[in-house]
């Protein structure tokens, strides 16, 4: 094993949005900055590719066209054979290929200057006094400071957390890609299709692409049972085929009050558990904390060494902006998945809540209004629903 004698300011484990966003960070302010990447890429990831507009907003640049499947303005919830649709006037997210949309953030990383090293698994994370240790199947390197990007089953936060992380911290999301998909008659294009009471705990989606469909389903229970045979239920309940190509992914919902920061060591995304146990909403956050995550170092390095006591400051602001959010997420999740039919009907199934509901997830509108709001009118809501207009 090579040991190299070069000493990187930062190492970034993981090239997603997470990963590209710290080193992007990083390069601008002149930080010699090493991305290692397990998978080469470009690489295929599982996901819906939904990017909400408050994402595209943490970004100081557009996404080209060419990344871009669909631009989405609506969506249609669905439970037990009833439909509600909103379709807004103006833009929600994006639905892209993530195959594409991380290789272009990776690619803006680069242009400023990143080194990105592609097909290199990391091994061992060993800390000492002076740097940090890298071990991967190729090189041993060396780093002043290194953030974990590398997702779910991050080896970067098992060195930081040990024994913290709990197999009830983490979900089972399941997709496949179909060709066509058609709901009674309507377009299927630039809207989004959420399904509830098909899966117990979760839903199912359809969400439109280019030239395919992402169909699957997400349940929030702690181990979902015959995830297998309940997405090809899914499937055969739209009248879909059922195809082979089946892909599976854990999803990280157990992030609150985890540690984010462990002397030179920082996590950021899926590494760091900040997923949306609601809405299984990722890339938000990962590009959120990638953000807050390279905005910590670059102030901590205001000399060649860097003060390790800033990067706690990345802990706290994970807290104060992201982490008390999911918590709300959390436990609106566990209230809504105890009591589905009551707020099914009295709620999402309502036009003018759903309508409410998008911009909040989409374009970060004020949770703490919504909430007031769905409060004050939720005795009209029980009352319209038992007795109708």
């Known amino acids: 094993m090579n040991i190299l004698c070069e000493m990187y300011d930062v190492i970034v484990v993981g090239a997603g949005p997470a990963g590209s966003t710290v080193s992007r960070k990083c390069v601008e302010k002149d930080l010699e900055t090493l991305v290692l990447e397990k998978q080469s890429f470009p690489r295929e990831k599982l996901c819906g590719g939904a990017v909400s ?15 871009i499947d669909q631009k989405c303005n609506g969506a249609r919830v669905h439970f037990q054979g009833e439909t509600v649709e909103v379709e807004k006037d103006y833009r929600l997210g994006l639905l892209v290929s993530r195959k594409k949309f991380d290789s272009f953030l ?6 400023r200057g990143a080194e990105v090293k592609h097909g290199e698994r990391v091994l061992e994370i060993t800390e000492k006094s002076s740097h940090v240790s890298v071990e991967t199947d190729k090189e041993v ?5 290194v953030v974990g990007a590398d997702g779910v089953d991050s080896t970067v936060a098992s060195e930081v957390l040990g024994e913290e992380i709990s197999e009830e911290d983490f979900k089972l999301a399941l997709e496949n890609r179909v060709e066509e998909v058609k709901f009674q008659d309507k377009n299927c294009d630039r809207i989004i299709d959420v399904f509830f009471g098909n899966i117990d705990g979760g839903y199912g989606w359809v969400f439109p692409h280019r030239d395919f469909f992402s169909v699957g389903i997400g349940s929030y229970e702690e181990k979902m049972k015959k995830p297998l045979k309940r997405q090809k239920r899914f499937l ?12 599976g992914h854990r999803l990280p919902v157990g992030g609150q009050g985890r540690k984010k920061v462990s002397g030179r060591i920082m996590l950021v995304g899926d590494a760091a558990g900040l997923v949306d146990p609601l809405t299984g909403e990722g890339i938000y956050y990962a590009i959120k904390s990638g953000k807050m995550c390279g905005e910590t170092i670059e102030k901590a390095f205001s000399d060649e060494e860097p003060d390790l006591n800033k990067l706690k400051n990345y802990g706290e602001r994970c807290l104060n902006e992201i982490e008390r959010k999911l918590e709300w997420s959390l436990k609106i999740c566990r209230l809504f998945y105890s009591y589905p039919w009551f707020f099914m009907n009295v709620y999402v199934m309502n036009r003018e809540v759903l309508s409410r509901s998008v911009d909040v997830v989409s374009r970060d509108e004020s949770k703490l209004r919504f909430g007031l709001w769905m409060f004050l009118k939720t005795p009209l809501f029980v009352l319209k629903y038992f007795f109708g207009d």
């Open 53 to 67: 507009e408050r994402t595209l907003k943490l970004l100081d640049f557009d996404i080209p066209e060419e990344v």
């Open 141 to 145: 390197y060396r780093s002043k400071i």
């Open 106 to 111: 990776l690619e803006k990383a680069k242009n």
């Open 236 to 247: 055969r309940d739209l009248n879909l085929d059922v195809p082979d190509n089946f892909r």
